[in-house]
């Protein structure tokens, strides 16, 4: 992997669905993984900030977990909701910011 | 309290014009970022300022593009002569102190040359 790739690109789901995206990375050189939710007129909005591999976080129904060795990157969220509809962005940190191409979530109700 | 805001939301230019895209950072953010997103892409990093020093111009992508933080606050990205290519949205994000740390972004500025 020489980018930052997410996939899918993009994800219908039903309300009440759980659902997960993939983030792969390069694994040489890992510094930081970062999530961002970017809603359609609003600024990107800073979900997760990873460092270290074996990492989960959690925000809400929102989760995160991340694998270095191998270079993923798994976001879940659960019972999605009308509201969790927004383009998903991860990006890797080196000296600045590699932002894949996100996914986008329309979550129907 | 005020996150990052950008002026202005939304700019049409004739090609050739020049423009000017202002980002006030949050108030005390040492590092200040700007990234160009085309549509269908991903932001694309563009410059690093850490107060007033611009330590990363990498991805400026022609000597066109300029961008300034003479006070180590508010930033102005500068276009000149601008091309249809340059049509994007251009987002700025503040940082407390590394890039490293949880970069927060403002709107963005909608750019649009005809």
């Known amino acids: 992997i020489l980018n930052v790739e997410q996939s899918p690109q993009s994800l219908h789901v039903q309300e009440g669905d759980s659902t997960n995206f993939t983030c792969s990375f390069p694994s040489s050189n890992f510094y930081a993984l970062h999530w961002y939710r970017w809603e359609t007129a609003k600024s990107p909005e800073a979900l997760f900030v990873m460092t270290l591999n074996g990492d989960e976080k959690k925000k809400g129904r929102i989760s995160a977990t991340l694998n270095t060795k191998e270079g993923y990157s798994y976001l879940y969220i659960k019972g999605s909701q009308p509201e969790d509809s927004a383009t998903y962005l991860c990006a890797r940190y080196t000296d600045k910011l590699i932002f894949g191409t996100g996914t986008r979530l329309q979550v129907f109700p | ?114």
Do not use: M
């Open chain 2, 1 to 114: 309290g005020a996150g990052v805001s950008q002026s202005p939301r939304y700019k049409v230019a004739k090609r050739g014009q020049d423009v000017a895209l202002r980002c006030d950072p949050i108030s005390g953010h040492v590092s200040l970022f700007w990234y160009q997103q085309a549509l269908g892409q991903g932001p694309e990093f563009l410059t690093y300022f850490q107060n007033e020093a611009q330590l990363d111009k990498s991805g400026l992508p022609s000597d066109r593009f300029f961008a300034e933080r003479p006070e180590g606050s508010v930033s102005t990205l500068k276009i000149q002569r601008t091309q249809q290519e340059d049509s994007a949205v251009y987002l700025c994000a503040s940082s407390s102190y590394t890039g490293q740390e949880t970069q927060y972004f403002g709107p963005g500025t909608r750019l649009l040359v005809l």
